[in-house]
C-alpha cells in the first residue's frame, strides 16, 4: 500500500484495508489516502465505521430479503 500511495494514482481501490491493523497503524493509514483526496479517485469496500465516517459519498448495499 505504501509503494502505491507514493505513486499517487489516478484509481485507488481499498477493499477491507484496516481490517488486521491495529488502530493506531489504520489512522495513519486513513490519513495517508485522505491527502490523496482530490487527485485521485478513491474506491473502498468497508464495515469500518472510522473508514465510513471519512467518506465523501456512501453507497450501502444491502441484502435482497
Not at 491495529?22 to 469500518?48: E, M, P, Q, R, Y
Amino acid at each position: 500500500l505504501a509503494r502505491v500511495l507514493l505513486h499517487k494514482p489516478e484509481l485507488l481501490i481499498l477493499d477491507e484495508f484496516t481490517v488486521s491493523i491495529d488502530s493506531v497503524n489504520a489512522a495513519a493509514i486513513l490519513n495517508a489516502v485522505a491527502d490523496l483526496k482530490g487527485d485521485t479517485t478513491i474506491v473502498v469496500l468497508t464495515h469500518d465505521e472510522r473508514v465510513i465516517a471519512s467518506a465523501d459519498k456512501v453507497h450501502a448495499l444491502g441484502s435482497s430479503q
